[in-house]
């Protein structure tokens, strides 16, 4: 079955730097565009950043400029590397992807605080 694993979160102070990793499993991992999503308390889940499968890349406004998405197809992983943290972009982190049906990963928490 599908299984995206993702780890890389953390405690960081504002202006710090973190990367997000996810591990995918049981998908042919080339073909497929990948998502970093966050929910933050009290917030509805949004979509992050995209990669597609040519290596395309996407992101919400409030993160251009900070954050980079990028994929390993021969490590079947996608990582998000996220600098100049700010307390807004504490949350926590999904990776995604779907064909018929959406899969989601664990979540990973960040939490930029002084």
């Known amino acids: 079955q599908v299984q995206l694993v993702e780890s890389g979160g953390g405690l960081v102070q504002p202006g710090g730097s973190l990367r997000l990793s996810c591990a995918a499993s049981g998908i042919i991992f080339r073909s497929y565009a990948m998502n970093w999503y966050r929910q933050a308390p009290g917030k509805q889940r949004e979509l992050v950043a995209t990669?597609?499968?040519?290596?395309?890349?996407n992101y919400v406004d409030s993160v251009k400029g900070r954050f980079t998405i990028s994929r390993d197809n021969a490590k079947n992983t996608v990582s998000l590397q996220m600098n100049s943290l700010k307390p807004e972009d504490t949350a926590v982190y999904y990776c995604n992807t779907r064909d018929v049906r959406s899969y989601w990963g664990q979540g990973t928490q960040v939490t930029v605080s002084a």
């Open positions: 990669i597609t499968r040519g290596g395309t890349t």
